[in-house]
């Protein structure tokens, strides 16, 4: 692999989102998103409730199709969803009718088509042993907690193989302490495989603790990459160790500081939005 | 210790069971049995067995009260008791049916065997019969006698009562004519006239009324049959349709036996195969061999012979059955792709929209008209239709005699059970999570792994929920099929009840009522059994 | 017809200013011929706090020589501390002078150097960020001062910004220089310094083209209440910048149309336009010659060039 796609592994440029408005001209919820990943890196992503965060998670996964802009895994620009991208929803969205085992099988079979009914199984049961679920392989989603479920679900998502991870909130519904507990689990399988991975949160601990890079996103509509920070804590990270950095508030405050300010000067930017909104749905009234 | 751990996984395991085969009733029961807060259980019993079992007791008492107080042409209302009876004698008969038939089959040694004791049976139940039959005839005379007695003075008033209302008129008669006679001597106004005239007619009327009274009277006491006659004419009827039955086994035992129409055949067979050698002229060879090849094919045909049952309520149930079982499967699955289609597709769903909304509300009595005619030009010729010759020598079903009407019930059951689980298939694949649908795409799965990984186990709850009222609807549309086409089953119980007009009539209809209703309850247990079973999470209904 | 409009937040103050050493190179203009050429030193000053001193020493940089000479070769603004023995060794000796930190700017006309502009400033609360593009096409500091920051200095070294995000990255997409007053409550001046005892009054970001290609940098300058920048820091943004068909003078007319000229005085504006628009490159004012509004003794104007016309300008008076 050249220095050059590894550097610039996820290329996301000038990425946009616009969701018809009946109303008027589109709302574009995402605009002019840009963001590299390197080949390893975590990235997570932060910003209020309803900015568009999912919405720039889906359209890297190809759920979700693009309205302009490109996105480039590896220097190849991304058509529809795969394999190499796997996804951890925000729920945990297991197949409720399936065990714990058939749920990862699910993803294995389809990624390892030329294994042995064998290989498959030791695949899934050393993933279900990563995050730590070696006990109930047999168990149904219904029958597990909220963070087991979340847990098959990290594992159905890395035992893919992905060369990009994508986790929307993963820890989003569930107490702080199982969300330590997640994160630690996630944290030592990442850098251990050295999967790519975009991370969508809301806890500025959790974006600090976890990723390389934080990007902050403004609010929506329009939202755009508002500001990144680098964290420079080396990996692999001791959550300890970094709460007790001397410098740890400085980062915390910067994001929450960012938070902030997005949160006060919104209204004024929706305004702003809206202005032009109705500009473009009066211009042919007028005219 | 272990012990302990063992009665409680009984229990548990009891109480799954319960809980899945829908019978949630029951669980009070078990937990009791097993000793579980007894208090609790016993106030839950009361509460959710002991109450419905007393209000449907008080049902049939209200049953039983008001039954023989409303009169209808084809007699009283039937009792509890007598629908009782008539499923009793509607068992009995399919009993005969069975021994029949057995009979109809024995062949040697067993034949004789049963003979030896169906003419023993015959001796005491004659003997038994007639000693009835006298019964019936002493308390038939003195219920003669009673009525007679009862009667006498009666008929005395009537008579006397209809001597006095003659002379009366006549009297009424000779004075109008006087009057009259006064009218045109002006002795009297016409208007006079008119007043007697309208007098005497109302007198006429009241005379009639009282005669009428007496009348009603002595009809009520010729109708009356006091129950011990009553009791006693059952009692002789059954003993004597007893012995006519014995004597019909005797026949299906010796003439009638399959072994000795077949040894019979075969004998005719043999004796004409003689006669072929011994035979001189062309004429006569060509005869006797005609005689044997004929003979010969007789008794094959008399040995793969079927006893020719008659058609008992019991025999009607499981045709239906059957019919029902046919126009389900096919509903379903005609149903379950389409749906699964309309629910993949909105062009498809688009497109068969308009055809859903015309045919659904379509009665089934049209229905069974249109197959009858369409599916009927299919079948030109049933008995030897490879169709039905097939279906009619398979092992179990061969014995429901499939036909014709059989395969457009059956139809129009498929009809009309097709769009509840139509529209509950679209409606559960349309509906799959997004999120699972994502999961979907992201693994990039295939079409036949879509749907048999994700889109048909996320809607098989609702889907069996559709096939359920499918089913539901099904029966009862069959029953009405079964009596328009008559084809035999449940349906056609009811409608040559109806037609027939025996005593038992109503007995009968109502015992099929009951029949009906309690197979199309446990049908839909089943279904519900069968969703609970593939519902994924528990929150599948139960009603 | 092009016209230029004041940018409404004029900074204007009578205290000691942050910059307070002023040197203008230039490079000559070369023939195809002259392969080497050097950057030339036309002026110098040092702004005290009653007049403005020039010094006659002259000094030449090669290309990557000196301050002037790396920011030149570097095709960036080049920032150099008090510490720092270079700043010592500066072609003119300004040892004497209380100058912490250089700043050295240079200006680009069509993608090539005309100027390198190398502001001394004093200690005071503030800060220079020179921000550049990395290789993830985002902006990250490659040098900077500050003083009475020390948070938003640590966690301005971790921040990136990508075209369009923050004043830097703004700058950097429409390649204009603007002025945030009171950054801290204003909407796209992202960073916070709320932590630090100093609130910072103005910010001030220019593009810094560079040679065939568009900004490869920004430079941020944050001062505070006490001691702004300059005396009078105006942008002029010019509304239309496209030579009318067959215009043979080069100096097109600039007009000024903000309410804020009165200060400085309309004419005295479209003078400065004018000479900018003639001569195409940064501009000295001093009190002798040029005539300078009344109260001031000093002025730089930095033209920002788009290809060959002149977008904006930066009227710096003291
Ligand atoms: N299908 C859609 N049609 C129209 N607007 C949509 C659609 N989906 C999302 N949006 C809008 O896009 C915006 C961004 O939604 P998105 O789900 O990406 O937010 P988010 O940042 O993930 O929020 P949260 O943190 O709450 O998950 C929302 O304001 C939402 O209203
Ligand atoms: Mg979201």
């Given at each position: ?259 902030e300010k997005q949160e006060h000067s919104k209204d004024a930017h929706i305004q702003a939005v809206h202005e032009k909104l109705q500009q473009g749905s009066e211009e042919p009234v007028s005219a | 210790m272990s012990e302990q ?253 399959r072994s000795l129409k077949v040894a019979k055949a075969k004998d005719s067979a043999s004796s004409a195969l003689t006669e072929l050698e011994s035979a001189k002229s062309p004429a006569e060879i060509l005869a006797a061999a ?254 | ?53 020039r010094l006659d020493s002259t000094g030449r940089n090669g290309l990557g020589e000196g301050i002037a000479g790396s920011a030149w070769k570097q095709q960036r603004p080049v920032i150099l501390q008090g510490e720092n023995s ?233």
């Open positions: 692999m050249s220095k050059n796609t590894s550097n610039r592994y996820v290329e996301i440029s000038n990425l946009t989102k616009a969701y018809p408005n009946p109303f008027g001209r589109d709302i574009e919820v995402v605009k002019d998103f840009n963001m590299i990943l390197k080949k390893g890196e975590i990235v997570s992503v932060i910003g209020h409730s309803g900015c568009g965060k999912s919405t720039v998670l889906t359209m890297v996964a190809g759920l979700n199709p693009i309205s302009a802009g490109e996105l480039a895994v590896e220097g190849k620009q991304i058509s529809g969803p795969g394999p190499d991208r796997s996804v951890v929803f925000q729920s945990p969205c297991l197949l409720p009718w399936m065990t714990t085992l058939e749920n990862v099988m699910l993803g294995v079979k389809q990624c390892y088509p030329h294994g042995t009914r064998k290989q498959r199984r030791q695949i899934c049961e050393h993933y279900l042993n990563l995050v730590g679920l070696a006990d109930s392989m047999h168990k149904y989603p219904r029958e597990m907690s909220g963070g087991m479920q979340q847990r098959v679900g990290i594992a159905r998502a890395i035992a893919l193989k992905p060369q990009v991870l994508l986790l929307d909130e993963p820890f989003g519904r569930l107490d702080s302490l199982t969300r330590m507990d997640l994160q630690d689990t996630i944290l030592e399988i990442l850098d251990r495989e050295k999967i790519t991975t975009m991370v969508i949160t809301h806890d500025v601990d959790e974006a600090i603790y976890m990723s390389d890079r934080i990007c902050m996103m403004t609010n929506g509509p329009e939202a755009t990459v508002g500001q990144i920070l680098e964290v420079p804590f080396a990996r692999p990270r001791v959550r300890a160790d970094v709460l007790d950095h001397p410098r740890y508030y400085d980062f915390r405050f910067a994001l929450i500081a960012f938070l | 751990t063992r009665i409680e996984k009984i229990k548990y395991g009891l109480l799954k069971t319960i809980d899945v085969s829908g019978f949630k009733v029951f669980d009070p029961v078990v937990r009791l049995i097993f000793g579980e807060e007894p208090q609790k259980q016993v106030k839950d019993i009361t509460r959710f067995m002991l109450m419905p079992i007393v209000f449907v007791c008080c049902c049939l008492v209200a049953w039983n009260f008001i039954a023989p107080r409303h009169k209808t042409k084809s007699g009283e209302v039937p009792t509890p008791a007598q629908v009782w009876n008539a499923l009793t004698i509607n068992d009995t008969l399919y009993d005969r049916e069975n021994e029949k038939e057995s009979d109809f089959a024995l062949s040697d040694d067993q034949r004789e065997a049963k003979i030896e004791e169906v003419k023993t049976l015959i001796e005491t139940k004659e003997s038994e019969s007639t000693k009835l039959k006298e019964e019936l005839a002493t308390i038939e005379a003195s219920a003669k006698q009673k009525k007679a007695e009862a009667l006498a003075p009666l008929q005395a008033e009537y008579s006397e009562l209809k001597t006095t209302h003659k002379e009366a008129r006549a009297k009424r008669k000779i004075e109008a004519e006087s009057l009259a006679e006064a009218v045109t001597k002006k002795k009297a106004t016409t208007e006079e006239l008119l007043t007697f005239l309208r007098d005497s007619s109302r007198l006429k009327e009241d005379e009639k009324e009282k005669e009428q009274i007496i009348k009603d009277q002595i009809a009520e006491i010729n109708n009356e049959k006091p129950k011990s006659l009553q009791a006693a004419q059952m009692a002789s009827d059954s003993a004597a349709t007893e012995v006519q039955h014995l004597k019909k086994r005797l026949d299906y035992l010796s003439s009638g036996n005609n005689t044997v090849v004929k003979n010969e094919e007789r008794a094959s045909k008399i040995a793969k012979q079927e006893y020719p049952r008659a058609s008992t309520i019991w025999f009607q149930m499981w045709r239906s059955l059957f019919t029902v079982f046919i126009g389900f499967v096919l509903a379903a699955v005609v149903a379950i792709p389409i749906g699964i289609m309309c629910g993949l597709n909105r062009v498809a769903m688009a497109c068969l929209t308009p055809i859903i909304s015309i045919f659904k509300p379509v009665s089934p009595v049209v229905w069974l008209l249109i197959f009858q005619i369409v599916v009927g030009a299919f079948f030109p010729n049933p008995e030897t239709h490879p169709f039905f010759v097939f279906l009619n020598s398979l092992p179990i079903i061969g014995r429901l005699n499939a036909n014709p009407a059989l395969i457009f019930s059956a139809c129009t059951v498929a009809m009309c059970a097709l769009w509840p689980a139509l529209v509950n298939t679209a409606l559960g694949v349309s509906s799959v999570e997004k999120d699972h649908m994502n999961v979907a795409k992201v693994l990039r799965l295939g079409l036949w792994s879509r749907l048999t990984k994700i889109i048909i186990p996320s809607s098989l709850p609702l889907m069996f929920a559709g096939l359920r009222i499918s089913l539901g609807v099904g029966w009862m549309v069959l029953i009405a099929a079964e009596a328009l086409s008559s084809s035999e089953g449940l349906g056609k119980f009811v409608w040559d009840e109806y037609q027939n007009g025996s005593s038992l009539t109503f007995s009968n209809i109502l015992l099929a009522c009951f029949v009906i209703g309690i197979i199309g309850f446990i049908l839909d247990r089943i279904m519900i059994v069968l969703q609970r079973a593939v519902s994924f999470d528990d929150g599948a209904a139960t009603v | 017809m092009t016209t230029m409009t004041l940018e409404p937040s004029t900074l204007t103050s009578e205290l000691l200013t942050l910059i307070n050493y002023v040197e203008v190179w230039t490079l000559p203009a070369t023939d195809e011929s002259e392969s080497q050429s050097v950057l030339q030193l036309d002026h110098a000053y040092v702004i005290g706090r009653e007049d403005v001193r270079a700043v010592l060794q500066h072609v003119i000796d300004i040892s004497g002078l209380p100058i912490e930190v250089l700043l050295a700017i240079p200006v680009y006309r069509d993608y090539q150097l005309v100027n390198v502009v190398v502001f001394g400033l004093t200690a005071g609360c503030g800060g220079v960020e020179i921000w550049s593009r990395d290789d993830r096409d985002e902006l990250a500091i490659s040098g900077s001062y500050y003083e009475g920051l020390s948070s938003f200095e640590f966690i301005s070294q971790y921040v990136r910004f990508p075209k369009g995000a923050g004043v830097p990255g703004a700058c950097w997409k429409d390649g204009r220089p603007r002025i945030i007053a009171q950054p801290h409550a204003a909407p796209n001046f992202i960073r916070s310094f709320d932590k630090d005892p100093a609130q910072l009054s103005q910010c001030i970001g220019l593009p810094i083209g560079r040679e065939y290609g568009f900004a490869g940098s920004v430079i941020l300058l944050l001062s505070d209440e006490a001691k702004p920048l300059a005396r009078n820091f105006n942008l002029w943004q010019c509304e239309s910048s496209t030579p009318t068909e067959g215009d043979t003078n080069p100096a097109v007319r600039f007009t000024s149309s903000s309410l804020d000229t009165s200060d400085l005085g309309s004419d005295w504006c479209q003078s400065v336009c004018d000479r900018v628009a003639i001569d195409r490159q940064t501009l000295l004012l001093t009190s002798g010659s040029d005539g300078l509004p009344v109260g001031f003794r000093f002025g730089v104007v930095i033209p920002f060039f788009c290809n060959e016309s002149i977008d904006d300008l930066a009227v710096l008076l003291f």
